[in-house]
């Protein structure tokens, strides 16, 4: 059974880091582009990270760059997203996804194929 499963979230000051870890079950994380999304109420989806399958080229939005890294663990199939000197505006539930290098539009949440549950992170004083 294909999974993917989203960890680390949670509640921290503005200023502060958290680590988010995406498992996958079931399949090789290795030999997709995997994306790492956002959805706060009332907002769409945004494309916040990506890291490719075959050169490990990366993707940030603009309005995490210089403050979130996207890496892979190949020994324990996960993706993690650092994510550093966190503003309030970085709430929001956090997902990600697999998506075919062939596909590679890492903005694109159409062109993602598996998503997992999602984890929320709330950046409050």
């Known amino acids: 059974q294909v999974q993917l499963v989203e960890s680390g979230g949670g509640l921290v000051q503005p200023g502060g880091s958290l680590r988010l870890s995406c498992a996958a079950s079931?399949?090789?994380?290795?030999?997709?582009?995997i994306g790492w999304f956002r959805e706060a109420p009332g907002k769409g989806r945004e494309g916040v990270s990506c890291?490719?399958?075959?050169?490990?080229?990366?993707y940030y939005a603009d309005s995490v760059k210089g403050r979130f890294t996207i890496s892979r663990d190949s020994a324990k199939n996960t993706v993690y997203l650092q994510m550093n000197s966190l503003k309030p505006e970085d709430t929001a539930v956090y997902y990600c996804?697999?998506?075919?290098?062939?596909?590679?539009?890492?903005?694109?949440?159409?062109?993602?194929?598996?998503w997992g549950q999602g984890t929320q992170v709330t950046v409050s004083s």
């Open positions: 079931g399949f090789t994380l290795d030999y997709y582009a």
């Open positions: 996804a697999t998506m075919m290098d062939s596909d590679y539009d890492p903005a694109n949440p159409y062109e993602y194929d598996y």
């Open positions: 890291i490719s399958a075959s050169d490990g080229n990366t």
